[in-house]
């Protein structure tokens, strides 16, 4: 890199010349997806998944604490994995909390559940098949 060089990319911002240009163009292009959900081995198991696909990943423990988080977070996910029964705050309660907030309104949302389903809104059923899962999650983000 040239010295009083600025590189810039195309929304005018400066890479960062720390970074090989492939990292940097990796990290710009790596997605992200929230998990929210009350069970611990849930949320680690697709976790896992997730980074060991690429993904940069963030979670929740219920609907609340998404929602306190996702007001205050600056990098915002390109999806929301939300499961639909949760104490404190459910699925369907974050959802309409969601649609209220004008900078996570637009966050696309998949509910994740082992019963029932949402009208009107994808839902992935558990337990589920990482390659069904995989092909479901690059399809929204």
């Known amino acids: 890199m040239l010295d009083g060089v600025q590189i810039l990319d195309d929304e005018n911002e400066i890479i960062n010349p720390e970074l090989s ?3 940097e163009l990796w990290i710009r292009k790596r997605k992200k997806v929230m998990i929210i959900d009350d069970d611990l081995d849930f949320r680690l198991m697709v976790s896992e998944i997730l980074v060991d696909n690429g993904f940069s990943v963030t979670t929740a423990k219920d609907g609340e604490i998404a929602l306190n988080n996702l007001i205050h ?3 915002l996910p390109d999806l929301i994995l939300v499961d639909l ?3 404190i705050k459910s ?3 974050f959802r309409r909390e969601q649609g209220k ?5 637009g966050i696309p949302v998949v509910f994740v559940t082992g019963q029932g389903f949402v009208d009107g809104e994808l ?3 558990k337990p589920f098949e990482e390659r069904e899962f995989l092909s479901m999650l690059r399809s929204y983000v």
């Open 101 to 105: 907030i004008k900078n996570i309104a």
């Open 91 to 93: 699925g369907l309660e």
């Open 21 to 23: 240009f492939e990292e």
């Open 123 to 125: 839902c992935l059923q």
């Open 73 to 75: 977070e600056s990098d």
């Open 85 to 87: 029964l949760m104490p």
